[in-house]
Nanobody, 126 residues
Framework: VQLQASGGGLVQAGGSLRLSCAAS????????MGWFRQAPGKEREFVAA????????AYLDSVKGRFTIARDNAKNTVFLQMNSLKTEDTAVYYC????????????????????WGQGTQVTVSS
């Protein structure tokens, strides 16, 4: 499985961006797609996830109500719509995939995901 992330850029605080993650290669009936981010000098953190088995989503508390994760099955692409961006959202954003089942407690763990995209830079200016 190959993941290609795109859509990052420079935006002013309060603005919006939509990240895309295109998947290619082997496909799976059940999977979870996640977005993570890593700011300079900080550890990579969970941002959002979409679980195919029950169509559920999960979010980092600080992005709830501002970010939305969605999937386009026809295009094998997952999106992260980011609105009302803040300077603290500045980071490299990575998409990740986990084939097969995943329990809720594992959704936010980096170690739960088997495949990773290359990252896309998001910079929010004040």
């Amino acid at each position: 499985v190959q993941l290609q992330a795109s859509g990052g850029g420079l935006v002013q605080a309060g603005g919006s961006l939509r990240l895309s993650c295109a998947a290619s290669g082997r496909t799976f009936n059940d999977y979870t797609m996640g977005w993570f981010r890593q700011a300079p000098g900080k550890e990579r953190e969970f941002v959002a996830a979409f679980r195919r088995s029950d169509l559920s989503t999960a979010y980092l508390d600080s992005v709830k109500g501002r970010f939305t994760i969605a999937r386009d099955n026809a295009k094998n692409t997952v999106f992260l719509q980011m609105n009302s961006l803040k300077t603290e959202d500045t980071a490299v954003y990575y998409c990740a995939a986990r084939p097969g089942r995943i329990i809720t407690s594992q959704l936010r763990a980096i170690s739960s995901y088997d495949y990773w995209g290359q990252g896309t830079q998001v910079t929010v200016s004040s």
